[in-house]
């Protein structure tokens, strides 16, 4: 995004960049954009808008439904499992709640596993993937959606008592900390054989397969939620892609055809067989459907993704995130959550602290665009 910015103030920026989702408000806001579904209109070009997962494209479009940047490289969380350490502890089915995944890391440890849950503080998975799911907001206005003058509030919702159950967790050996900083990450332990359970991004699905390389059986399931919950739809992550202004008529013309070439199933199912991203419009996943791409290894399981993302119709708390300088939140979270980890505070008092940073931040980024609506 910084990167972005300083080419953009030299005048030396591309046609097309690739931003991750966190950076979505802050380029919204900037105005420096060619809403892609302006431009393909421009050059008469017709793109089926309505044919993209409305759990995606909601995140990349205004209030009004106008996308303005292309749906690419798309993700969301699953859970990802070894199959004969849970039949070995007893477990025959995948749990759907946090009681039952409880019940299940549990049962790992008794039956001798050491490592039953590889555990890395995330909180595009930790806060807002399990926001999603629960229907409960992470920020005031609707996720930012209504309005500049949001505030966090994550502190005081269900977001509170998972975060104590993750740390009691942790305290009770129920869970390991694998980060790359430690030496092996959640995704790697997992795939080694070492630990039974990680959450992560459908994106790393293709690697999981490749470093496991069929040493043993896994397979992926939704994220849990906690019961009681009416279970909604998770949304994406990963990036899309922002045509900037200022370029010429020819290469917007380029920028129209490229973005118009991405957008075909033959594009969508070379981009799904080489990665572990998902196809982002409907026609795109039922072409692999029918070709039965899911059916087997290594692409048997992906389709869960689209599962998760499509549970539910989105709603006002699950159709994304809309709030400015939104990496900086992201590392305020980090930050403090791994001090409750550690026992530097409890996770009450590092929610708060992650909150009333972050909403200094956000209060600062609404003075910054004062007088101005979100689009």
Not at 16 to 44: H, P, R
Not at 46 to 66: M, Q, T
Not at 91 to 105: C, K, L, Y
Not at 348 to 375: C, H, I, M, W
């Given at each position: 995004?910084q990167?972005?910015?300083?080419?953009?103030r030299?005048?030396?920026?591309?046609?097309?960049?690739q931003?991750?989702?966190?950076?979505?408000?802050?380029?919204?806001?900037?105005g420096?954009?060619?809403?892609?579904?302006?431009?393909?209109a421009?050059?008469?070009?017709?793109?089926?808008?309505a044919?993209?997962?409305?759990g995606?494209?909601n995140?990349?479009?205004?209030?009004?439904?106008?996308?303005?940047?292309?749906?690419?490289?798309?993700?969301?969380?699953?859970?990802?499992?070894?199959?004969?350490?849970?039949?070995?502890?007893?477990?025959?089915?995948?749990?759907?709640?946090?009681?039952?995944?409880?019940?299940?890391?549990?049962?790992?440890?008794?039956?001798?596993?050491?490592?039953?849950?590889?555990?890395?503080?995330?909180?595009?998975?930790?806060?807002e993937?399990?926001?999603?799911?629960?229907g409960?907001?992470i920020?005031?206005?609707?996720?930012?959606?209504d309005?500049l003058?949001?505030?966090?509030?994550?502190?005081?919702?269900?977001?509170?008592?998972?975060?104590?159950?993750?740390?009691?967790w942790?305290?009770?050996?129920?869970?390991?900390?694998?980060?790359?900083?430690?030496?092996?990450?959640s995704?790697?332990s997992?795939?080694?054989?070492?630990?039974?359970?990680?959450?992560?991004?459908?994106?790393?699905?293709?690697?999981?397969?490749?470093?496991?390389?069929?040493?043993?059986?896994?397979?992926?399931?939704?994220?849990?939620?906690?019961?009681?919950?009416?279970?909604?739809?998770?949304?994406?992550?990963?990036?899309?892609?922002?045509?900037?202004?200022?370029?010429?008529?020819?290469?917007?013309?380029?920028?129209?055809?490229y973005?118009?070439?991405?957008?075909?199933?033959?594009?969508?199912e070379?981009?799904?067989?080489?990665?572990?991203?998902?196809?982002?419009?409907?026609?795109?996943?039922?072409?692999?459907?029918?070709?039965?791409?899911y059916?087997?290894?290594p692409?048997?399981?992906?389709?869960?993704?689209?599962?998760?993302?499509?549970?539910?119709?989105?709603?006002?708390?699950?159709?994304?995130?809309?709030?400015?300088?939104?990496i900086?939140?992201?590392?305020?979270?980090?930050?403090?959550?791994?001090?409750?980890?550690?026992?530097?505070k409890?996770?009450?008092?590092?929610?708060?602290?992650?909150?009333?940073?972050?909403?200094?931040?956000?209060?600062?980024?609404?003075?910054?665009?004062?007088?101005?609506?979100?689009?």
């Amino acid at each position: 995004m910084q990167n972005t910015i300083a080419a953009f103030r030299a005048k030396q920026h591309p046609t097309i960049v690739q931003a991750y989702d966190a950076g979505t408000a802050d380029l919204m806001m900037s105005g420096e954009f060619y809403a892609v579904s302006k431009m393909m209109a421009d050059f008469n070009i017709e793109i089926d808008w309505a044919n993209y997962f409305p759990g995606i494209s909601n995140y990349y479009s205004s209030s009004k439904g106008e996308l303005f940047s292309m749906p690419f490289n798309s993700s969301t969380p699953m859970m990802y499992f070894n199959v004969a350490d849970l039949k070995e502890a007893g477990i025959d089915t995948p749990p759907a709640t946090w009681e039952a995944f409880e019940t299940a890391i549990k049962a790992l440890k008794a039956a001798g596993q050491d490592c039953a849950y590889a555990y890395s503080p995330e909180p595009w998975i930790d806060l807002e993937q399990f926001s999603m799911a629960h229907g409960i907001p992470i920020a005031s206005n609707n996720n930012g959606y209504d309005g500049l003058d949001s505030e966090y509030l994550y502190n005081t919702t269900l977001h509170v008592k998972h975060m104590e159950n993750i740390k009691r967790w942790y305290d009770e050996n129920l869970l390991e900390i694998r980060t790359t900083q430690g030496g092996l990450n959640s995704r790697d332990s997992f795939a080694k054989g070492e630990c039974s359970f990680y959450l992560g991004s459908i994106a790393g699905h293709a690697t999981v397969g490749k470093l496991v390389d069929g040493a043993f059986d896994w397979d992926v399931a939704m994220i849990p939620v906690y019961e009681g919950t009416e279970r909604k739809n998770t949304v994406v992550g990963g990036a899309s892609l922002w045509v900037l202004s200022g370029k010429s008529d020819d290469e917007y013309r380029g920028a129209a055809e490229y973005l118009k070439f991405l957008a075909t199933p033959e594009s969508e199912e070379y981009w799904s067989t080489n990665t572990g991203y998902i196809p982002v419009t409907k026609t795109g996943f039922d072409a692999l459907m029918a070709k039965g791409f899911y059916d087997n290894a290594p692409y048997k399981g992906r389709e869960i993704a689209l599962k998760s993302l499509t549970y539910t119709e989105p709603g006002p708390l699950t159709r994304g995130i809309r709030l400015g300088c939104f990496i900086q939140a992201r590392s305020e979270w980090s930050n403090e959550v791994q001090a409750a980890l550690q026992g530097n505070k409890t996770m009450q008092e590092a929610l708060d602290t992650a909150v009333a940073r972050s909403n200094d931040v956000l209060n600062k980024f609404a003075r910054t665009y004062r007088g101005k609506q979100l689009p």
